[in-house]
């Protein structure tokens, strides 16, 4: 419940943007570094404040989780500071063999939209360079790089048929392209070109 609440949290404000905007427009949206983070919590740290990138809670042998998600930006990049903890251990005689770490790691990229999905495009992932790490570093890019995707026109979408149109009317996001995305110190500030249609 406390991620649905989060999730139309966050449309919400989005959708208050441009909910009374004509049927063809552009609107800018300005998320705070803390917004960003309630948006990584909603999208990737579903696991009791865990995102498992391999395993689950209940493994403690071969898991990889990351936590405690901190956004900043810096040149032009979206940049995500996690936790990260990890073991690729088997069951030997039954007791866990095998390397594991805790580290922060970095995550950065640029802003991009692509098929209603906001995304970090030329994403990076910075950790140290451990022979844990190396075993690990494609499983870890590969999962961050698929999960850290919010679905922006699919939950405004779902806000908007939620709220309902005024009174004789429908609305329906018909496109939703980015114009342009800026990272600052502050926020990430997306201009979005929208086609709305209005019956």
């Known amino acids: 419940m406390l991620r649905t609440r989060r999730k139309l949290m966050v449309a919400g404000v989005l959708l208050a943007a441009f909910a009374t905007a004509p049927p063809a427009t552009a609107a800018e949206i300005t998320l705070s570094h803390a917004a960003l983070e309630r948006v990584v919590w909603q999208v990737l740290l579903t696991e009791g404040g ?13 898991y990889a989780f990351v936590q ?4 900043t930006g810096v040149g032009g990049r979206l940049r995500i ?3 990260f903890s990890g073991r690729a251990g ?14 922060d790691l970095v995550v950065s990229g640029v802003p991009a939209l692509a098929r209603g ?7 990076r992932v910075e950790a140290p360079d451990t022979a844990y790490f190396r075993l690990v ?9 698929q999960r850290l995707r919010y679905p922006l026109k699919q939950d405004l979408d779902a806000l908007a048929a939620a ?14 392209e980015m114009s342009r995305a800026q990272v600052d110190d502050e926020a990430l500030r ?3 070109d929208l086609g709305l249609d209005i019956r």
């Open 50 to 62: 865990r995102g498992y990138l391999e395993g689950g809670p209940n493994d403690s042998c071969r």
């Open 68 to 71: 405690e998600p901190k956004v």
């Open 81 to 83: 500071r996690f936790l």
């Open 90 to 103: 088997a069951q030997v005689g039954g007791r866990c063999v095998g390397p594991g770490d805790t580290f």
């Open 117 to 123: 999905e906001l995304y970090l495009e030329d994403l």
């Open 137 to 145: 570093r494609s499983l870890v890019e590969s999962q961050l790089g």
């Open 163 to 176: 709220r309902g149109a005024p009174a004789g009317f429908a609305i329906s996001l018909q496109r939703l």
């Open 190 to 192: 997306v201009s979005l």
